[in-house]
């Protein structure tokens, strides 16, 4: 949000936050979803970089094309595990993952 927005929005009493405010998360539980959304992103960039459908990803990682659209979209029922062991199966480096988990929102 531009500062110019953020102004108007305070002048006329609203108050303005980020989600982990507004959803009274822990630091540990803001930094746990930002590591799933990290991995969720590497795993739809991975699948694109190499042209792949939700379908054959699937084939691959030994799931459902539903599930591997879950997956992509961070669904609360997906488990980083899962996340990260389909970036592996998909022939993420060690490095790539530990990278994603690093990064911060």
Do not use: C, H, Y
Not at 50 to 66: D, E, F, H, Y
Request: aromatic residues 2%; charged residues 30%; hydrophobic residues 45%.
């Amino acid at each position: 949000m531009d500062k110019k927005t953020k102004k108007k929005l305070e002048a006329a009493g609203w108050e303005v936050g980020d989600a982990q405010n507004f959803l009274e998360l822990s630091d540990a539980e803001a930094a746990f979803i930002d590591m799933k959304l990290a991995l969720a992103e590497d795993l739809r960039a991975l699948r694109l970089e190499r042209r792949l459908n939700q379908t054959q990803v699937a084939r691959i990682v030994g799931s459902s094309q539903s599930r591997v659209a879950k997956m992509e979209a961070a669904d609360p029922s997906v488990s980083i595990d899962l996340l990260i062991k389909s970036l592996l199966k998909l022939g993420a480096a060690r490095e790539d993952v530990a990278g994603a988990v690093a990064r911060q929102s």
